[in-house]
């Protein structure tokens, strides 16, 4: 689009000079997957873009009930792009989901609770503003291929770059054997980078949807990329995650191959992250940069972070909310599930980058993963933050600058250094028991019903069904 529109005004003139016949209404469910209903651009006017658009809430997972169904998808102008797939002109607006039964914004729109988390960092007299910026890391296969009945569990994911292609043969080119191989996919060029130009279309047209691109690479995994675009404020920041996400996958699909930012599809190869980089403003100044503090950090910001470690088992819940998640979050993998801070070390939890100056000082968290709803899981981040701001400052251990990858789970305990919970029914389990500081952005109802989702639909299936794994190790007992 390469601009916002920022009035109703603006909109509809926009919508004529590009000869606009279709309105996209799209908002984001429980677990992060967005949602859309098409309108004729001849259906759409001033009133009801103000007031919004009806839908039925008892279809989507998780929501409303089937007497209580009729919601309301409150359009976000200034969010509006037109979309770059679509065979006809169409331009994608924003939505929150409203509550026509209580008269206010719906509490399991996620979009909705990103909002109040503002609005109580407002109401503390913390800060003005909070800057999101997250990296998130994906992976484009050739083909997938997934089995799920009950004598037969398997997944295959098939990929040129992956070293299982060796032996392999295509009617078309040969082998030509340039591979990243298992941990060798950073910053290769070609050949044995294959995805340049897939990356550069992915890049160009994130720009086109109004993303500002900064670079791109091959990342350590084979099959392995990641797209940097420039941070926004907390809101601004998730609705860029999912039009990245969109962007990317729509892609590869569109070029025949399939993408996906799951946390660990490859056994034995790094996994997908989404580090999240935070800082909190205020009155135009950095809240988080003190020239004399440890990576030029303020104590505000050491009492920040703080809150996300007292909080680790609750925050994992809504950061790393998957079975899978779990399975990126192992030793041996670069997986940062170390509670501790450090300079430029990627081994810890949380790393300080390098070289910022005042107003680019900023903590990064690097155990999220993008099967995260990215509206609650920076909503969560800063609510934690805001909680270990209000306390002082929880005991935080570090800083440690040597590489604690090396380190033995002995070795862990012996230096008090606590880690991310092993799975999500830790997790999950750990958000039942400690969710008090979420309190001003959700209430019982919604936490209980993200604690049942959690079992539901990963925990549960997933402890239940054998794996091949299991057969190597159980099946001749």
């Not at 729509?250 to 800082?279: C, E, R, W």
């Not at 810890?348 to 990064?364: D, F, M, N, T, W």
């Not at 299936?461 to 057969?471: D, F, K, L, Q, W």
Request: hydrophobic share 35%; aromatic share 12%.
């Amino acid at each position: 689009m390469g601009k916002f529109v920022n009035s109703v005004e603006e909109f509809f003139s926009y919508c004529k000079e590009n000869e606009v016949e279709f309105v996209d209404f799209r908002f984001t469910d429980i677990k992060g997957a967005w949602h859309h209903i098409s309108y004729r651009m001849s259906a759409v006017n001033k009133d009801n873009l103000t007031f919004g658009f009806p839908f039925d809430g008892s279809s989507i997972d998780n929501w409303q009930p089937i007497n209580q169904s009729d919601m309301i998808l409150k359009p976000d102008v200034p969010t509006a792009f037109l979309d770059p797939f679509t065979a006809d002109s169409t331009i994608v607006v924003i939505c929150d989901v409203y509550d026509i039964y209580k008269n206010e914004l719906y509490a399991k729109c996620p979009r909705s609770i990103a909002k109040k988390t503002l609005e109580y960092l407002d109401a503390q007299g913390i800060g003005d503003i909070a800057y999101f910026g997250p990296e998130n890391e994906f992976f484009v296969f050739d083909s997938v291929i997934i089995e799920d009945k009950d004598n037969c569990q398997m997944f295959r994911v098939d990929s040129n770059e992956g070293h299982w292609a060796d032996a392999s043969e295509s009617s078309e080119t040969g082998n030509t054997g340039h591979r990243p191989r298992v941990k060798g996919g950073y910053f290769p060029v070609m050949p044995i980078d294959s995805q340049v130009d897939l990356r550069a279309e992915m890049m160009m047209v994130l720009e086109e949807v109004g993303l500002e691109v900064v670079l791109g690479h091959h990342e350590v995994a084979q099959a392995q990329g990641e797209i940097g675009i420039v941070f926004n404020d907390l809101i601004r920041a998730a609705d860029n995650v999912q039009k990245l996400k969109y962007v990317i996958k729509m892609v590869a699909h569109l070029n025949g191959k399939t993408a996906t930012f799951m946390p660990k599809p490859i056994y034995n190869d790094n996994g997908n992250g989404q580090h999240v980089h935070q800082s909190i403003w205020k009155d135009g100044k950095n809240l988080f940069f003190d020239a004399d503090g440890y990576g030029k950090l303020s104590k505000l910001s050491l009492d920040y972070l703080s809150g996300i470690f007292k909080h680790k088992d609750a925050v994992a819940a809504f950061t790393n909310p998957t079975t899978n998640s779990y399975k990126r979050l192992l030793p041996g993998f670069e997986a940062p599930r170390i509670l501790t801070y450090s300079m430029q070390n990627r081994s810890a939890a949380c790393r300080i980058p390098y070289g910022a100056g005042e107003k680019s000082v900023r903590i990064e968290t690097r155990f999220p993963d993008s099967s995260s709803n990215p509206y609650l899981c920076f909503a969560v981040l800063m609510m934690a933050g805001i909680d270990g701001i209000k306390a002082g400052g929880y005991p935080l251990v570090g800083p440690f600058n040597i590489d604690l990858f090396e380190l033995t789970r002995e070795e862990l305990k012996e230096k008090g250094i606590p880690e991310l919970p092993n799975t999500l029914r830790e997790a999950l389990e750990g958000l039942e028991n400690d969710n008090e500081f979420l309190a001003p952005i959700m209430n019982k109802e919604f936490i209980k019903s993200y604690i049942e989702y959690g079992f539901n639909r990963h925990v549960t299936p997933v402890e239940g069904r054998p794996t091949a794994h299991e057969y190597i190790t159980t099946y001749s007992c």
